[in-house]
């Protein structure tokens, strides 16, 4: 069965870095187009990141600068650094599976809380 289990989350203080992870497992993770997507409290989804089978990244224009997207496929994983960590940052962090950059996801993780303080 298909999953996406995301990692790394936690409490940090703004300034920081911080990387998360996610481990793909069920399909062939490098056929596919991947993303990453954060909630903050009380809010809907929003994506932050795109990154396409070649390894190719886009960013939502709000993520541009302090986020990097990655992937790794030879042990099936994706990965998001945040530079400079602000509050507004503070969510719930989720792997996407996507068809096509910056359309809908079809497949999500659970999510990784994220929590920021100032």
């Known amino acids: 069965q298909a999953s996406l289990v995301e990692s790394g989350g936690g409490l940090v203080q703004a300034g920081d870095s911080l990387s998360l992870s996610c481990v793909a497992s069920?399909?062939?993770?490098?056929?596919?187009?991947m993303g990453w997507y954060h909630q903050a409290p009380g809010k809907e989804r929003d994506a932050v990141a795109w990154?396409?089978?070649?390894?190719?990244?886009e960013y939502a224009d709000s993520a541009k600068g302090r986020f990097k997207i990655s992937r790794n496929n030879s042990n099936n994983t994706l990965f998001l650094h945040i530079d400079n960590i602000k509050p507004a940052d503070t969510g719930t962090y989720l792997c996407?599976?996507?068809?096509?950059?910056?359309?809908?996801?079809?497949?999500w993780g659970q999510g990784t809380q994220v929590t920021v303080s100032s």
């Open positions: 996407v599976r996507i068809a096509h950059i910056q359309e809908q996801p079809t497949m």
């Open positions: 990154i396409n089978a070649n390894g190719n990244a």
């Open positions: 069920g399909f062939t993770f490098r056929q596919w187009n």
